[in-house]
C-alpha cells in the first residue's frame, strides 16, 4: 500500500485544508453521520525555566466530529498559558480565496501540459474516481490541484474542517480572551508550495492522485497514532510518506529549525505560552523537539 504524500503533508501544514477550489466545493454536500464521542490522548510536551513555560501540542488539521482531545492535561495546559500560537492565523474564506488563486492559477500552461503519458492516465483515473470533471484544474499549478485531490475524499468520509484542533483552539482562546499569535503568515504557508520546483510538484500531484483510493484509510491510521500518543510510529509513518526530499525540507525541516529559533528567543520572555502546530512537526528525527534538544533546550513528554 502506498503510503500519501498528502496525508504526511495534511500532518505538516495547516493551510492544506483550507486551499479549496469551487469546483471541490461543490463536490462536499454530504452530511457526516452522528457519531459517539471517542476519547483520545494526544501527546503533549512542555519546557521552561525559572520564568517562562512554553507546551509543545501535535495537532490534525481536520478531523472527524466526536473525538474528545481537548480535555485531561491538553486543556489544563491550554487553560494555564497566557498565549496561543499557531502555525497561522487563517483569515476569512474570502481573502483565503483570493490570496490562494493569486498563486495558484497559471492560465498560460494549463496543468495536462506539464504531465507525460503515464502521468496523465494516472491523474485522469483519481479525477474520475473522484466525480470531477477531467478539466476542473487545467488552469492551476500541480500543487493545488494535489492539494485538492486529497482533500475531497476526507471530506466524503466525514471529516470536517470545523472539527480541525486550530479551530477549535481558537474558539476557545477567544473565549478566553487569550492572545492569539503566529509562527508563519498566510503568504508563507502558500509560498511553500508555490515555490517548489515544478517536477516537485508535479510528484507530488501524482503521488497524491495515485493514493486517492487509500488517501482516507491513511489518514484514518495517522489519527489513530495521533490519538494514542504513539510520536515515534507516526514519525516512521509521516517519513514514509515524504518521497521527496525537496517537499520533505520545505514542509518540515526548515521551518522546524525556523520555529526552533523563535522558540529560543521567546524563552527570554516571561509568560506560560501553548504552542499548537502540524503534529508532523512534532514527530520523527527532525521534530522541533529534537532540534531544541541539540540547543540544550530541554523538552520532556507530560504523561497523562
Do not use: C
Request: hydrophobic share 40%; no cysteine; glycine share 6%.
Amino acid at each position: 500500500m502506498t503510503k500519501s504524500l498528502f496525508g504526511a503533508s495534511l500532518f505538516a501544514l495547516s493551510l492544506t485544508i483550507t486551499n479549496i477550489s469551487p469546483a471541490m466545493a461543490q463536490q462536499t454536500e454530504t452530511s457526516a453521520p452522528a457519531t459517539e464521542t471517542v476519547d483520545i490522548d494526544p501527546a503533549l510536551w512542555v519546557l521552561k525555566d525559572e520564568d517562562t513555560t512554553i507546551y509543545l501540542f501535535g495537532t490534525v488539521h481536520v478531523l472527524k466530529p466526536g473525538l474528545s482531545w481537548f480535555d485531561e492535561a491538553v486543556k489544563d495546559a491550554f487553560d494555564s498559558s497566557d498565549e496561543l500560537i499557531l502555525e497561522v492565523i487563517e483569515p476569512d474564506q474570502t481573502e483565503m480565496q483570493k490570496l490562494v488563486f493569486s498563486l495558484a492559477i497559471d492560465s498560460e500552461n494549463p496543468l495536462r501540459n506539464k504531465l507525460d503519458l503515464e502521468q496523465q492516465g494516472i491523474y485522469d483515473n483519481a479525477m474520475t474516481s473522484l466525480g470531477l470533471p477531467g478539466n476542473a484544474f487545467d488552469q492551476f499549478e500541480p500543487w493545488f490541484a494535489g492539494i485538492n485531490l486529497g482533500i475531497l475524499p476526507l471530506l466524503k468520509a466525514g471529516y470536517d474542517v470545523n472539527s480541525g484542533a486550530e479551530k477549535v483552539l481558537t474558539k476557545e482562546s477567544k473565549a478566553a480572551g487569550k492572545t492569539i499569535g503566529q509562527l508563519e503568515t498566510v503568504e508563507q504557508q502558500l509560498g511553500y508550495f508555490d515555490g517548489l520546483p515544478e517536477k516537485s510538484q508535479v510528484e507530488y500531484l501524482i503521488a497524491t492522485a495515485a493514493s486517492v483510493d487509500e488517501v482516507t484509510s491513511q489518514i484514518d491510521t495517522m489519527v489513530d497514532l495521533w490519538g494514542e500518543a504513539n510520536v515515534e510510529k507516526l514519525g516512521e509513518f509521516m517519513s514514509a510518506g515524504f518521497t521527496d526530499q525537496i517537499l520533505y525540507d520545505t514542509l518540515l525541516t526548515k521551518r522546524n529549525a525556523n520555529w526552533v529559533e523563535w522558540i529560543k528567543t521567546r524563552m527570554d520572555k516571561p509568560g506560560t505560552v501553548f504552542i499548537a502546530v502540524g503534529a508532523g512537526h512534532l514527530a520523527g528525527k527532525d521534530s522541533v523537539q529534537a532540534m531544541l534538544s541539540a540547543n540544550d533546550l530541554k523538552v520532556t513528554r507530560i504523561e497523562y
